[in-house]
């Protein structure tokens, strides 16, 4: 059994998922980030299975989707990487907020995510040592030459955006995304964000040695969508490392 509710925390409204009765403990903890054009909501089945295998569930939403959709849906395909970055940017007030509620094991929060939740996860984990592990579905974290091909840039994307967009991209942090266990799953035949995505990044981790922690899977005749297999995938990685 579980239960689910939806509350502001951070000042922005939640997805909130925990084992029923459970709702003070600390528990490890999983931020979970939904993909571009989509929601908490839509992506809340992540939440169910999650808090089904002993974990609580925090689900925002990105600026400009679901409870903070304004409505301009033109406008917000034009700004797919100033949202990417606002997720960056607002992860510390979500986290500092979570931990000021006592609902997380000590040395247990991780964040996953899928398509630009995958790139949130990728991009949080690079800059943040306290997380435990990190999951990314369908995602990158290539984000300097991926910005040219995928939702290009608008003319308000300056060069000073576009560098500290770079500052995230796992290219520089290889390092950072080798010490804790990570989770790259993909779909090979993704037409969005091509599996030679995570295949790059996998590469680059063995090149330098730096795969211990990396669990990589790739599912055949898979375009861009998560399958029932991609999500027993991520909950059995945090029922293993987290």
């Known amino acids: 059994m579980i239960e689910l509710e939806t509350r502001t925390l951070a000042g922005g409204e939640?997805?909130?998922?925990?084992?029923?009765?459970?709702?003070?403990d600390t528990l490890p903890c999983v931020?979970?980030?939904h993909g571009f054009t989509s929601?908490?909501?839509?992506?809340?089945?992540?939440?169910?299975?999650?808090?089904?295998?002993?974990f609580r569930v925090i689900m925002p939403d990105a600026a400009e989707h679901g409870a903070r959709f304004t409505g301009d849906e033109q406008g917000r395909m034009a700004r797919f990487?100033?949202?990417?970055?606002?997720?960056?940017?607002?992860?510390?007030?979500l986290r500092d907020a979570l931990m000021a509620e006592g609902w997380v094991s000590e040395g247990r929060l991780a964040v996953?995510?899928?398509?630009?939740?995958?790139?949130?996860?990728?991009?949080?984990?690079?800059?943040?040592?306290?997380?435990?592990?990190?999951?990314?579905?369908?995602?990158?974290?290539?984000?300097?030459?991926?910005?040219?091909?995928?939702?290009?840039?608008?003319d308000d994307w300056t060069p000073?955006?576009?560098?500290?967009?770079?500052?995230?991209?796992?290219?520089?942090?290889?390092?950072?995304?080798?010490n804790r266990p990570l989770l790259l799953w993909h779909g090979e035949e993704d037409d969005v964000v091509p599996a030679a995505e995570s295949f790059r990044l996998q590469q680059a981790l063995i090149l330098q040695g730096l795969d211990a922690r990396l669990t990589c899977a790739w599912q055949?005749?898979?375009?861009?969508?998560?399958?029932?297999?991609a999500l027993t995938?991520?909950?059995d990685f945090f029922k293993k490392h987290l």
């Open 14 to 24: 939640i997805l909130h998922a925990y084992p029923k009765d459970a709702a003070i």
């Open 31 to 33: 931020v979970f980030y």
């Open 39 to 54: 929601s908490k909501l839509v992506y809340s089945y992540f939440a169910v299975a999650l808090a089904q295998a002993g």
């Open 81 to 93: 990487w100033p949202i990417l970055m606002q997720n960056f940017h607002e992860f510390p007030a």
């Open 112 to 154: 996953a995510g899928a398509s630009m939740g995958g790139m949130t996860a990728l991009g949080i984990m690079t800059h943040h040592p306290d997380i435990a592990c990190v999951a990314s579905l369908m995602g990158s974290g290539y984000f300097s030459s991926l910005s040219r091909t995928l939702f290009p840039s608008t």
């Open 160 to 178: 000073q955006a576009q560098q500290q967009l770079a500052e995230w991209d796992v290219s520089r942090h290889l390092d950072a995304l080798a």
């Open 220 to 229: 055949a005749n898979v375009r861009h969508r998560i399958t029932p297999e």
């Open 233 to 235: 995938c991520a909950v």
